[in-house]
């Protein structure tokens, strides 16, 4: 496992992490969830993320308990906020950072996390209210850094704009050879003012480990079987993108990979990205996906998956 630096911090953090969106403390059994946990580390990986909506608590409390028995300074661990917890529990408001934070470490079992993120824009609050709170939070040592998912880009500019407040040092996007938009105003900007990317469905929740054949139902077990999961599947199931992800197949074989492995290393090949999350329901995923970490890849094959992806897309984008 390779690592890398986070952003303008001094946590390195490993190029796969392990997320626990739709799986841990909910979709996940316990016991297999915690063999995936165990997996993760033997891999060497360190960074775990998690939100306190994942499960409503449930992915938190889990990894509360499973971690409990490691010291606390060997893995990097990062929660967010934003999302309903209750009927009058969202956004990113003053009250919320305070309440939020302290529940997510009452439910980790830990007095700090190392990373904070938002886990999307609050239009509702102002912008200077949130990143006074997110100060505060880092000033009491209850998060040592802060981060953000899914913002705008002049939203993460008007951030940078303001003075006397903690800086940015991760974005959160979704980020595949299947959804690029980060690489067009997100990317460029971060990587100019010492935020690194950590890219969430780095696999475009599934697809791209190629399990999806356009001319057959998914499989049981499958999240596409499973839409009421989580919807962002959906734009990504279109027989034309399939198929053009079958055809991603010999290109990986070409490079000794599975098409997992080589679609990760491919969102690993951009520098500010900082590390991949995998999300897991077996081991042996966990072991697939951290064999990508530290790949050296012919630039030739990735250019080559990303002409054929395009093509579809463009298809079914006209």
Not at 62 to 70: C, V, W, Y
Not at 218 to 228: E, K, Q, T, V, W
Not at 301 to 311: G, H, M, N, P, S
Request: glycine content about 6%.
């Amino acid at each position: 496992m390779k690592y890398r630096k986070l952003g303008a911090s001094d946590l390195e953090v490993s190029e796969i992490s392990l997320g626990s969106w739709l799986t841990y403390g909910a979709g996940v059994e316990a016991d297999t969830a915690r063999a995936c946990l165990d997996e993760a580390f033997a891999q060497g990986i360190n960074f775990i993320d998690t939100a306190n909506i994942y499960g409503r608590g449930a992915a938190e409390t889990f990894l509360g308990e499973a971690l409990r028995a490691r010291p606390r300074d060997s893995y990097v661990l990062a929660t967010k906020l934003y999302f309903p917890m209750s009927a009058i529990d969202r956004g990113l408001s003053r009250e919320q950072v305070e309440k939020q934070l302290d529940a997510s470490l009452q439910r980790l079992r830990t007095d700090y996390v190392d990373l904070y993120q938002c886990h999307r824009y609050d239009w509702d609050t102002p912008l200077e209210e949130t990143m006074e709170a997110l100060t505060r939070a880092v000033e009491s040592g209850k998060t040592r850094y802060i981060g953000f998912s899914e913002w705008p880009a002049e939203r993460i500019q008007a951030a940078l704009d303001l003075t006397g407040v903690a800086r940015f040092v991760s974005s959160q996007p979704q980020y595949s050879l299947l959804w690029r938009e980060p690489e067009d105003d997100v990317i460029p900007l971060c990587a100019a003012n010492g935020i690194s990317q950590i890219v969430w469905s780095p696999l475009a929740q599934g697809v791209l480990s190629g399990k999806y054949d356009p001319g057959k139902p998914p499989p049981g077990d499958s999240r596409a079987a499973h839409s009421d999961m989580g919807g962002f599947i959906d734009r990504f199931m279109d027989p034309r993108v399939l198929r053009a992800v079958q055809q991603l197949k010999p290109v990986a074989a070409e490079a000794g990979l599975t098409l997992s492995q080589f679609a990760l290393a491919w969102v690993l090949r951009e520098p500010n990205v900082a590390s991949a999350i995998i999300g897991a329901s077996r081991p042996e995923q966990v072991r697939e996906n951290a064999a990508a970490s530290g790949l050296v890849i012919d630039t030739r094959l990735f250019l080559r998956a990303e002409a054929i992806i395009d093509e579809a897309l463009a298809f079914v984008e006209a």
